[in-house]
């Protein structure tokens, strides 16, 4: 696989809506932290769907290695 399918294949995952509700729950954050307003319910909720998102490609990531291995 070429450098051009690689980057067409990562740009593809991005847009999947796990990926873009992460990201937009992100720039709010980063929005509210900067003027000071984040609550305490938007950071539990913002601190589960991260932890998540991030879980299950960790997870994507073992299953390969070990199919793999």
Known sequence: MDMKEALVNRLARLLCVKSLVTLALTVVFAVQALRGEVGQDFMTVY????????????????????GAG
């Open 47 to 66: 601190t589960v769907i991260i932890a998540f998102y991030f879980g299950t490609q960790i997870e994507r990531a073992a299953q390969k290695e070990s």
